[in-house]
């Protein structure tokens, strides 16, 4: 399988207690997403990285949250002291950056999603 | 800041109709948009990406419209099955002074095809 891929897809936990989510992307992919989506919403930015610079950060992205994609390839977003409204899907996606292809059309593929439950 | 609208919220049809879902975006300035599809608890199928130059793509019983200058997109699904029932989600890329790619996206169309 080529395709983005995510571990765990799902994670319960209790309040306070830390997890960490992985994603490897597809292996060309210079750029990698992160997204939260909750109950009838649509995926919200967290953050990305080109390589493995993160870029952008979302103000969603509270302290307790830390993305790091240390060589380029896989990333992880850890969540410290989660919280019961930290509950979500967490979605990672991956693309080619602009400097890679003259015919990208800066698609983004999407994983399966880790599941969040934070009683 | 870029703002993605999806109209109707939720769409209930009886199986074989032909539908229509809206997407709007507030700034016209984007680089793509994609439609995807998801299923209950799964993650996210790209359905459709039309580039900002495109005004249209195809695929299947599936076909997705782009007018940049109203920051309009319609996603028509012909003679509509019960296994077409799923969200429907609309995302934007690009917008002014923003070259990261990122998507907005909208709160989606919960579809149901009744049989």
């Given at each position: 399988d080529t395709g983005v891929s995510q571990d765990p897809r799902h994670k319960i936990t209790k309040r306070g207690q830390?997890?960490?989510?992985?994603?490897?992307?597809?292996?060309?992919?210079?750029?990698l997403y992160w997204y939260r989506?909750?109950?009838?919403?649509?995926?919200?930015?967290?953050?990305y990285f080109q390589n493995e610079a993160q870029l952008?950060?979302?103000?969603?992205?509270s302290d307790r949250f830390s993305a790091e994609r240390p060589k380029g390839s896989f990333s992880t977003l850890e969540i410290q002291r989660t919280e019961q409204g930290d509950s979500a899907m967490y979605l990672c996606a991956s693309s080619l950056g602009p400097?890679?292809?003259?015919?990208?059309?800066?698609?983004?593929?999407?994983?399966?999603?880790?599941?969040?439950?934070v009683l | 800041k870029q703002e993605v609208t999806q109209i109707p919220a939720a769409l209930s049809v009886p199986e074989g109709e032909n539908l229509v879902l809206n997407c709007s975006f507030t700034d016209s300035a984007i680089y793509n948009l994609q439609w995807f599809r998801q299923d209950p608890g799964k993650g996210l199928t790209s359905l459709l990406l039309?580039?900002?130059?495109?005004?249209?793509?195809?695929?299947?019983?599936?076909?997705?419209?782009?007018?940049?200058?109203?920051?309009?997109?319609?996603?028509?699904?012909?003679?509509?099955q019960p296994g077409d029932s799923a969200t429907y989600l609309c995302a934007v890329s690009g917008g002014?002074?923003?070259?990261s790619y990122k998507l907005i996206f909208g709160s989606g169309t919960r579809l149901l095809v009744r049989p």
């Open positions: 830390n997890v960490t989510f992985r994603c490897d992307p597809i292996s060309e992919h210079n750029r989506q909750t109950l009838g919403q649509g995926p919200e930015f967290l953050t952008e950060k979302s103000r969603l992205l400097a890679l292809s003259g015919g990208n059309t800066g698609e983004l593929f999407f994983g399966e999603g880790s599941r969040l439950t | 039309i580039q900002s130059s495109q005004r249209e793509q195809t695929s299947g019983r599936l076909n997705a419209s782009l007018d940049k200058s109203s920051g309009r997109s319609t996603l028509y699904i012909a003679a509509s002014r002074m923003d070259s």
